[in-house]
């Protein structure tokens, strides 16, 4: 059974670039979130995918764009990189029929800004 | 705003020695309540789960927690700690829609010999 899948795991790019970052979900899973950690703190909630759409958003920028696709996979996409955009990024996947049921996270993408 | 605080930063622990990690939360109603433990360059991997009922939860690799409304707390607790368990431990609550998990900060758990 695979688990959360993302791609790459790591990425280095400069100011003002344009970065995408990939999430396959745990099989069976149809919602997927995306976190941000940066070092030394705990993991900040970006937003969360399901059906296709948007369905909550946290305090980020309009910089910060996702989509997912009809088999549930999903991106993110970061505009004019800035160099506090450093940190890892994590997915999670969660069947969004049970609202009890946990979110499963991947291993992430380490994102370095120069 | 729903919160979830972790007051404990770094602890050390020696081996086979008993955890305990601390976790406060604010919230009104009944949480949904998870810990989660990270090694370097990991993700998290879930270790327990609160949603409702009986107040201690079992989870792998013999840890439980204490759900105390009375105190808002949900600490994590293991009664003989091994090497391995040396790691990150977040604590975290489901937000209100149910869609968001909120993070404390975390604890860097050292296990000495």
């Known amino acids: 059974d695979a688990g959360v899948t993302q791609s790459p795991t790591h990425l280095i790019k400069t100011r003002g670039q344009q970065v995408t970052l990939r999430c396959s979900p745990k099989?069976?899973?149809?919602?997927v979130s995306w976190y941000q950690q940066a070092l030394g703190q705990g993991p900040q909630f970006i937003f969360q995918?399901?059906?296709?759409?948007?369905?909550q958003r946290g305090n980020f920028p309009d910089r910060f764009s996702g989509h997912q696709f009809p088999n549930y996979s999903s991106e993110l996409n970061v505009n004019a990189l800035l160099l506090g955009d450093s940190a890892l990024y994590l997915c999670?996947?969660?069947?969004?029929?049970?609202?009890?049921?946990?979110?499963?996270f991947g291993d992430g993408t380490r994102l370095s800004i120069l | 705003a729903q919160s979830v605080t972790q007051p404990d930063i770094h602890i050390t622990v020696s081996e086979g020695a008993s955890l305990e990690l601390r976790c406060n939360y604010s919230?009104?109603?009944?949480?949904?309540l998870f810990w989660y433990v990270q090694s370097p360059g990991q993700g998290l991997q879930l270790l327990l789960k609160?949603?409702?009922?009986?107040?201690l939860v079992q989870g792998i690799k013999g840890f439980e927690a204490e759900f105390k409304r009375s105190q808002s707390s949900f600490n994590l607790r293991k009664p003989s700690v091994h090497w391995s368990d040396a790691a990150e431990y977040f604590c975290?609550?489901?937000?209100?829609?149910?869609?968001?998990?909120?993070f404390g900060k975390g604890t860097t758990l050292s296990v000495s010999s």
């Open positions: 999670a996947s969660s069947l969004s029929r049970y609202s009890n049921q946990p979110q499963h």
């Open positions: 099989s069976g899973h149809d919602t």
């Open positions: 995918y399901y059906e296709e759409e948007e369905r």
């Open positions: 919230y009104g109603a009944t949480p949904y």
């Open positions: 609160y949603f409702s009922g009986d107040t």
């Open positions: 975290a609550a489901l937000n209100q829609a149910g869609t968001a998990l909120i």
